[in-house]
């Protein structure tokens, strides 16, 4: 397993932009397929995003897709998200996580398919 810590989160107004990072120990990260998920307060974690180990794809839930975008770099054991128009329903702790290997069909949305956690960030966007 990775151990990984969030960073980035923080108060924005709507229509505002945040990016957040995930760095991660070992030395297989080029070998995880890394995902982002939110938890709002009464809410379950919610699938955000997700990349590729092997050609970093990604693939995005609807309601991020256009405004949010996941990237990695390998040679930092990094993985980011990029968010734009930033509304007030994205506000929520959010969270990393590391899948080794790989995930089929739409796995990547799941929760229990990923190995290891960060311990979130939150993100608050004011109306």
């Known amino acids: 397993q990775v151990q990984l810590v969030e960073s980035g989160g923080g108060l924005v107004q709507a229509g505002g932009s945040l990016r957040l990072s995930c760095a991660a120990s070992g030395r297989t990260f080029s070998r995880y397929w890394m995902g982002w998920f939110r938890q709002a307060p009464g809410k379950e974690r919610e699938f955000v995003a997700t990349?590729?180990?092997?050609?970093?794809?990604?693939y995005y839930a609807d309601s991020v897709k256009g405004r949010f975008t996941i990237s990695r770099d390998n040679a930092k054991n990094t993985v980011y998200l990029q968010m734009h128009s930033l509304k007030p329903e994205d506000t929520a702790v959010y969270l990393c996580a590391a899948r080794y290997g790989s995930l089929w069909s739409e796995a990547y949305k799941y929760a229990y398919n990923y190995d290891s956690w960060g311990q979130g960030t939150q993100v608050t966007v004011s109306s």
């Open positions: 990349i590729t180990w092997s050609d970093s794809s990604t």
